[in-house]
């Protein structure tokens, strides 16, 4: 087995390395750079592009507005502070969530 990788090395004392040295390091960034832009545009853009939808739709919230929470729980706003949704989820039943937490808004 280590025959077989001294063999494949090239010759003693790297001529092969000395001879071609800055196309083959540009080779082999070449793929680093097309697995980041694939990187980029099927996980890193379409993400941030949801966070910021998500963040457009917490701005927008008002009273009397039906969400859906990330729980899953349906209620309508009663009242919106800074950071804190109160929701009622049934008749004289209000609870209070972080506004991160409604994942949507229903549309009646």
């Known amino acids: 087995m280590f025959g077989l990788a001294f063999a494949m090395s090239g010759p003693p004392g790297g001529a092969a ?3 071609g040295g ?10 680093l750079v097309f697995m ?3 990187f980029y545009f099927l996980l890193i853009r379409p993400q ?3 966070a910021k939808d ?4 917490l ?14 729980v349906h209620g309508k706003v009663v009242s919106v502070d800074d950071g804190i949704v109160s929701l009622e ?3 004289g ?3 209070k969530i972080t506004k991160p937490y409604i994942a949507s808004v229903k549309k009646d």
């Open 17 to 19: 390395a000395q001879s």
């Open 22 to 31: 800055g196309m083959a390091a540009f080779q082999q960034v070449i793929p």
């Open 36 to 38: 980041f832009a694939i």
């Open 48 to 50: 941030q592009k949801k």
């Open 54 to 57: 998500h963040k457009a739709l």
């Open 59 to 72: 701005e927008s919230i008002k009273k009397g507005d039906n969400v859906i929470t990330a729980g899953g």
């Open 89 to 91: 989820i049934a008749t």
């Open 93 to 95: 039943v209000v609870i």
